[in-house]
């Protein structure tokens, strides 16, 4: 048994085959890395995991449990969470309550409950409020707790969103280009924090173009090209493989 | 437990009873009049703001809900079952004390429902449509909300207007007294001004400390972060369409409940309740008060509709309205207390002096 298992997974855009016949296992407490050139189908494989997009066909298995066709807050509620390539934070709230949201799939207060601000509830908020302190220590965000996310420069946008996925205390955390549009001071910080939520023994999927990074911190690489995965393996390996090379330099000896 | 988050519901209770004894003290007590409608149109409209500036969905129907709270009770409480005492369902009633038994100005012997069994069934009632319409029209975004919405408006002030029962154009009359907590009455005899006063407020009071608890709890935060990105928040384990749903039938119970209460006060209620310019009403009164903000869209809605009732909109009432909401969506879309675009103005004048 595996911890998250990928079975011949199959989604296409009209015509267009984002994803063929794509297979995969995925460790527990491993880095595993998606690369590939634009428009390979990464993002389009990230959103079939996380529920935003039905699959045409195939498995998706989590600790044995069925996942395709799920919608998105139920495959939270089983402990994956995700970042989104284009930043998607909540705007209309501070960046502490960002966090906080993050708690959701973790507390239970209902609708009546919230209402009438129970007092079984005030333990649970107490908890809310404090992880969430904990997480914004962690990911140095608690001198801009108080502000709104788009106040904030995208390096720390991205941080949040990250830092917001892992206030879920998820099993596996899904990262889409989380270096993109980072310079170097903010692409080091965030190879250090997925490094270290690694260490706590959380499952990291990354989707990644920075190459140092990706060979830096991953333990298996999976090669995606036109929807078809080419390649998979250590580093290492991947540095190696002919067919690897030639997807990235290949255009020049075709 | 935090108790900062209630200060401003503390000043509102303070500012109530200043008012009353101001008003009572010049001799104006029939202010209190409007300022208890005020009241009660209060309560929609933070409902309203929940719904439209908080959790980000749009409904120009709500005087829909208003309406069907208000016809309920108004329907309810004036429909007379002396002749059905046989009925199994009226004897049961009558037996459990759920319905009162009177004299009509002719001395013949009347039995209507209890208010309090009416205002029961108004809830139900409008938890029961919110929940049908609400589950498919909340599909919808943005204009195409509105537009739902706004059809479900109109399919209900035709129906109200259309419908017997539901007294067409004249409405219901002589809807009869709630008999409320400890005796107090809700009416609209002149005597019981203040009494009706505190009632009103009291039941805004309680409304505002609901909502309030609401939006710093855990099912408000998913509700505001489905405002603020729908994919982001379902990621996060929200569930979207419940959320939705939850908040849509809660904003619909307190249009319905303030309906309920204002017929009452008022003796009865008229089809231009649940027509489509009150639900624009409360919409540019939402947008006015800053959406996503309870107090903001309360000031505004008691201001507006008092200055509204007391008449001083005249004959272009509506009209009124209507360029509020164009003018705020134009010069200041956060609401009136954001005086954001106010210093845009400054700085235009700076520069170009
Ligand atoms: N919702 C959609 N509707 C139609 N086509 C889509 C959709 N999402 C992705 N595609 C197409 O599917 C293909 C794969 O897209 P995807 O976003 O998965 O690529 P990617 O590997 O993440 O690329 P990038 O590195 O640029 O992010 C692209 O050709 C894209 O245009
Ligand atoms: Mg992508």
């Known amino acids: 048994m595996s911890f998250l298992e990928v079975k011949h997974l199959f989604r296409s855009f009209g015509g267009l085959q984002a994803v063929f016949d794509v297979s995969f296992t995925v460790k527990k407490g491993s880095i595993k890395a998606i690369i590939g050139p634009n428009g390979a189908g990464k993002t389009t494989l990230f959103n079939l995991i996380s529920g935003v997009l039905k699959v045409d066909s195939g498995e998706i298995l989590f600790n044995n449990v069925h996942l395709e066709n799920l919608p998105p807050y139920k495959i939270a509620e089983m402990g994956i969470s995700r970042t989104f390539q284009n930043v998607k934070l909540f705007n209309n709230m501070t960046v502490r309550e960002n966090v906080m949201i993050g708690r959701h799939t973790r507390s239970k207060a209902g609708f009546f409950t919230g209402m009438f601000n129970l007092p079984w509830s005030w333990k649970e908020e107490e908890e809310i409020l404090n992880k969430s302190e904990e997480i914004l220590d962690l990911f140095h965000l608690e001198e801009v707790a108080h502000l709104y996310p788009d106040n904030l420069p995208f390096g720390k946008q991205r941080i949040l969103e990250f830092a917001r996925a892992m206030t879920m205390e998820p099993e596996i955390i899904i990262l889409d280009e989380p270096a993109a549009g980072l310079n170097i001071h903010e692409t080091e910080e965030m190879a250090e924090l997925i490094t270290k939520i690694r260490d706590w023994g959380v499952t990291v999927l990354i989707i990644e173009h920075d190459m140092s990074l990706i060979m830096d911190i991953s333990d298996e690489i999976l090669v995606l090209s036109y929807g078809k995965k080419i390649a998979e393996g250590t580093p290492e390996d991947i540095q190696k493989n002919d067919e690897v090379i030639k997807i990235y330099l290949g255009d020049d000896d075709a | ?353």
């Open chain 2, 1 to 353: 437990m935090k108790l900062k988050k209630y200060y401003p519901i503390f000043g509102l209770i303070l500012a109530v009873i200043f008012i009353q004894l101001l008003v009572s003290g010049i001799g104006m007590q029939f202010y209190l009049t409007q300022l208890t409608m005020s009241a009660y149109y209060g309560i929609v409209i933070i409902g309203l703001s929940i719904l439209m500036g908080y959790a980000g969905q749009i409904s120009i129907g709500h005087a829909a809900f208003f309406a069907i709270g208000g016809y309920t009770t108004a329907a309810l409480t004036t429909m007379n079952f002396a002749a059905l005492t046989d009925v199994p369902i009226v004897n049961f009633l009558i037996k459990t004390g759920l319905t009162i038994s009177g004299m009509d100005p002719y001395g013949k012997k009347i039995i209507y429902i209890s208010p309090w069994l009416s205002l029961f069934i108004a809830v139900i009632i409008t938890i029961f449509i919110a929940a049908l319409i609400g589950v498919p029209i909340l599909k919808l975004k943005g204009h195409y909300l509105a537009m739902a919405t706004l059809g479900f408006g109109i399919i209900i002030y035709r129906i109200v207007l259309g419908t017997s029962i539901f007294g067409e154009a004249d409405g219901i009359s002589d809807v009869p007294t709630f008999k409320f907590l400890f005796n107090f009455k809700i009416n609209s005899d002149p005597a019981l001004r203040v009494e009706n006063y505190y009632i009103a407020w009291l039941i805004v009071v309680i409304s505002i400390f609901i909502l309030t608890n609401l939006i710093n709890s855990r099912v408000g935060r998913a509700l505001r972060s489905l405002h603020g990105n729908e994919e982001a928040a379902n990621s996060m384990g929200v569930n979207i369409s419940r959320t939705k749903l939850l908040v849509f039938i809660l904003s619909a119970v307190l249009a319905s409940v303030a309906g309920v209460f204002m017929t009452h006060f008022n003796g009865g209620i008229g089809p231009a309740e649940s027509g489509v310019m009150r639900s624009v009403r409360y919409v540019a009164i939402v947008a006015v008060g800053g959406m996503a903000n309870l107090w903001g869209t309360l000031i505004m809605g008691i201001i507006l509709n008092y200055l509204s009732l007391r008449g001083y909109f005249g004959s272009y009432d509506d009209a009124v309205f209507g360029i509020i909401l164009i003018v705020i969506m134009l010069f200041a879309p956060d609401g009136i207390f954001k005086l954001k675009y106010c210093n845009n103005f400054i700085k235009l004048i700076k520069k170009t002096s």
